[in-house]
């Protein structure tokens, strides 16, 4: 009975919270499968161009993970206002960095994918990819910012309408672009930046009404205007988790190399099974989003007995969670691969490492809600220190797998084992020890 109250604040995040980010990799399902129908080269490329723009992205997600935890503590302490504003400095900050990282990896395409050592035709549809894509980087930097901010407020019903309405608009495009102006590969990253875009638009019109419907207790309005102690504050905050998501995407990129070394068949069914696991790790990444904006507040209203409550259910949740979603992927692991593509070779080695992937799921949700429960609590300097002793965990075994010299199946397999048990399961014992103490329970703003 007592855990009713807390089940029913983390299913009101949650829930949403799932829609909204399983749009994000429905964005890549819809590439995924539009453009493996095209034939294994072009599916290959979106794989090496998707690892390479994923890992840019990934690295700018203290936008909003360090956006959300610290409007919660604010919000927490009964200042909504202020929790406003540290949220659109968070914005600003999304914006200058989207610009600059779209410039230089515009211009740098060619050499990010050329590094991976794929054949040439793969290289030149991953570079046309990659470029195009560049342009929508700003638009992605600054929804995860929005994102983050209006997460903090307790709200995630307007992320999941804003994503919703931005995977129909890049579903439809994706078709028009790549098949009926017969644009190829490119007709797909150019759908997904006009989605991005018109997802920046719907958030700054959020953002304002919200900002000029709230005044402090001197009555002033939440503020629109940059201020520099504040973004420069969000990006100091955001300084030890960029470190922790460099880490986890060192960890995919050695896995997509590892890909690439087996061959073209085996890297265009990673970029499937990876596909499948970004998948199930937004689904579950949705009690870590409630946790994240449920343990800040409780944090900055000092309530430690509901902060621990809060852990104790979502890791319930969680690994629950895992069980189904894994259970349900690994009956459909079989066939799961018709509807990325076509090609026989990919399909003949796609079986067995979605099957590890989906075995895999349960320690996924236990190492997702932690991971989420420790950026809440501002935990991110331990995050960052043992998210590289992870990653030397994980590097010595892709290594070993590069080198496989056996059937294809076999290696994407071995590949896929590694991954979801070697690298999540050290995820998983750093912080579970670390949740096991008091340290990370710091209160106030």
């Known amino acids: 009975m007592k855990s009713r109250p807390v089940d029913r604040e983390i299913l009101a995040l949650a829930v949403p919270a799932l829609g909204a980010l399983v749009a994000e990799p429905l964005f890549l399902l819809v590439d995924s499968a539009l453009v493996g129908h095209l034939g294994a080269v072009p599916l290959a490329g979106l794989g090496l161009a998707s690892a390479v723009l994923q890992t840019i992205v990934g690295l700018m997600v203290f936008l909003a993970y360090g956006t959300t935890p610290a409007v919660a503590r604010r919000l927490g302490a009964g200042d909504r206002p202020g929790a406003i504003s540290l949220g659109v400095d968070g914005t600003w900050?999304?914006?200058?960095?989207?610009?600059?990282?779209?410039?230089?990896?515009?211009?740098?395409?060619?050499?990010l994918?050329?590094?991976?050592?794929?054949?040439?035709?793969?290289?030149?549809?991953?570079?046309?990819?990659?470029?195009?894509?560049?342009?929508?980087?700003?638009?992605?930097?600054?929804?995860?910012?929005?994102?983050?901010?209006?997460?903090?407020l307790q709200d995630t019903r307007t992320p999941l309408v804003v994503a919703v309405c931005g995977f129909a608009a890049n579903a439809g495009l994706n078709v028009l672009f790549i098949y009926g102006l017969r644009l190829g590969v490119r007709g797909s990253a150019l759908g997904t930046d006009v989605a991005q875009w018109a997802m920046v638009v719907a958030y700054v019109a959020v953002i304002v009404r919200r900002a000029r419907a709230e005044r402090d207790e001197h009555g002033e309005r939440a503020s629109l205007a940059?201020?520099?102690?504040?973004?420069?504050?969000?990006?100091?905050?955001?300084?030890?988790?960029?470190?922790?998501?460099?880490?986890?995407?060192?960890?995919?990129?050695?896995?997509?190399?590892?890909?690439?070394?087996?061959?073209?068949?085996?890297?265009?069914?990673?970029?499937?099974?990876?596909?499948?696991?970004?998948?199930l790790a937004f689904a579950l990444d949705a009690l870590a989003i409630a946790a994240q904006a449920l343990i800040g507040h409780g944090l900055g209203s000092a309530d430690v007995p509901r902060v621990r409550a809060v852990l104790r259910r979502c890791?319930?949740?969680?690994?629950?969670?895992?069980?189904?979603?894994?259970?349900f992927v690994l009956v459909l692991s079989p066939w799961l691969g018709h509807a990325f593509t076509s090609d026989p070779r990919v399909l003949a080695v796609l079986p067995l490492a979605v099957a590890l992937i989906?075995?895999?799921?349960?320690?996924?949700?236990?190492?997702?809600?932690?991971?989420?429960?420790?950026?809440?609590?501002?935990?991110?300097?331990?995050?960052?220190?043992t998210g590289i002793v992870n990653l030397a965990c994980f590097v010595p075994f892709a290594v070993l797998v590069a080198h496989f010299d056996g059937a294809a199946w076999a290696g994407l397999g071995w590949l896929a084992a590694a991954f979801a048990f070697v690298y999540l399961g050290a995820r998983a014992l750093t912080l579970g020890l670390r949740a096991r103490t008091p340290r990370w329970l710091v209160t106030g703003t």
């Open 93 to 111: 900050l999304a914006t200058g960095l989207g610009l600059l990282l779209g410039v230089i990896g515009f211009f740098a395409a060619p050499v």
């Open 113 to 152: 994918v050329g590094a991976f050592g794929a054949a040439p035709d793969v290289t030149a549809q991953a570079s046309a990819y990659l470029r195009i894509a560049m342009v929508g980087l700003p638009a992605m930097l600054i929804v995860y910012a929005a994102t983050g901010l209006l997460r903090g």
């Open 226 to 279: 940059p201020h520099l102690h504040g973004v420069m504050g969000v990006a100091g905050a955001g300084w030890w988790l960029l470190i922790r998501t460099a880490a986890l995407r060192a960890a995919l990129l050695f896995a997509t190399w590892a890909a690439t070394r087996l061959g073209s068949t085996e890297l265009a069914g990673w970029q499937v099974a990876m596909t499948v696991f970004n998948t």
């Open 315 to 327: 890791l319930e949740w969680g690994i629950g969670a895992g069980i189904v979603l894994g259970a």
């Open 358 to 385: 989906a075995v895999a799921a349960p320690l996924d949700g236990y190492v997702f809600v932690l991971d989420g429960v420790l950026i809440g609590a501002g935990d991110a300097r331990y995050l960052a220190l």
